[in-house]
């Protein structure tokens, strides 16, 4: 029941950004934030220097030439705060409006001194899986990362940083911007292997074992996920398809052949994502064959008795009419008799029903 009531649950439809001033910042989310969080990552080859703050302004300080710098904001509800930052570095009111916009999709646009990338994080949190709206600016020597909430999958980027692990210390920002794109859809893999394992695991109960009610459950929430994983993946892919073909300064030439593996991948996982939900849509009526033959077992069980019935009861109808002169009801052995009759014809229909296989 905890699952079908699950199921039922629906989002309403967030109507806050209906007849607004285009370029207004308005938060569109679920996610409420008492704080607003900065995270910030200075780094050249040769030294590193992290710190947190919930002060915005913190972050401005560490404008450097000689150095990258990742701001990483968490929490989108406070819009004030987020703003000062829009403000600082001169971003386009539009943009501004989709970083709190958490409904809009995966999308890549150009600027003079920035790129400004929307994709989706999708990560496991408490056996669910969890789909993050993400906002990336990317400038010359900066990478600003807008997050709803906190959790994300960048961990191993900050590991790489702060060891000097890589080649991600010598490179420019737009190598960063690879890093995190490479960790969302390198996640990516990791949720839609835990879909195909779920698969599999159906399969199986549905041939070994007998359906019930909660593999029609556990295969809507299959569907559902899969959908979710499609709406966030397939527009990515535009936005790195138009990123290898994109000649902006921003982007070194070193950095369009990483961005051309990228693509690979995720073409490889959009190629999944249909294969997956071809077999989930699969699962649905392989259930609903298997109940079906279910039902026919014991509709033939059903029919088989009948038929055996039908003769019985006809002779049994005849002997039992309130007729006052029936021959056989003054012979001394006639009940005996006609259950012999009746036991002779009862077998012979088994026999029969066994030599067509029907039992």
Do not use: C
Not at 44 to 55: D, I, K, L, Q, Y
Not at 307 to 322: D, E, V
Request: no cysteine; hydrophobic share 40%; glycine share 4%.
């Amino acid at each position: 029941m905890a699952k079908r009531r699950k199921l039922m649950l629906r989002r309403p439809k967030n109507t806050k950004t209906v007849n607004q001033i285009p370029g207004t910042m308005t938060y569109v989310g679920h996610k409420e934030a008492t704080e607003t969080k900065l995270d910030v990552i200075d780094y050249n080859a040769n030294r590193v220097e992290r710190f947190s703050s919930t002060t915005p302004e913190d972050a401005f300080k560490f404008v450097d030439e000689d150095s990258i710098t990742w701001f990483n904001i968490d929490g989108l509800s406070n819009v004030k705060e987020i703003g000062k930052l829009g403000e600082y570095y001169e971003l386009h009111p539009l943009v501004m409006e989709d970083i709190v916009n958490t409904g809009q999709r995966p999308k890549i646009e150009e600027y003079e001194d920035y790129l400004f990338i929307v994709a989706k994080m999708l990560y496991y949190k408490n056996g669910e899986i969890e789909n993050e709206h993400l906002s990336m600016i990317v400038g010359r020597n900066y990478v600003l990362t807008f997050q709803e909430s906190d959790g994300d999958v960048f961990d191993p980027i900050r590991e790489r940083i702060e060891t000097a692990k890589g080649r991600i210390r010598t490179r420019s920002a737009d190598y960063l911007m690879f890093a995190l794109l490479d960790s969302i859809i390198d996640n990516y893999f990791l949720v839609i292997d835990d879909i195909s394992d779920r698969i599999e695991a159906l399969e199986e109960s549905l041939f070994t074992s007998q359906p019930s009610d909660d593999i029609t459950y556990e295969i809507q929430d299959l569907k559902r996920n899969i959908l979710r994983i499609r709406r966030a993946v397939f527009p990515l892919r535009e936005v790195i398809s138009r990123l290898e073909k994109m000649e902006s300064n921003l982007i070194d030439s070193h950095t369009g052949n990483f961005i051309r593996d990228l693509y690979d991948h995720i073409i490889q996982i959009s190629e999944n994502i249909d294969i997956y939900r071809e077999m989930i849509w699969g699962l649905m009526d392989m259930y609903m064959t298997t109940i079906s033959n279910k039902m026919n077992e014991v509709m033939k069980v059903l029919t088989i008795m009948a038929s055996i019935f039908i003769p019985l009861t006809f002779i049994a109808g005849i002997y039992g009419m309130n007729f006052e002169y029936i021959p056989e009801l003054q012979w001394k052995y006639s009940y005996f008799v006609l259950w012999g009759v009746m036991i002779i014809v009862f077998l012979l229909m088994l026999y029969y029903f066994k030599r067509k296989k029907w039992l």
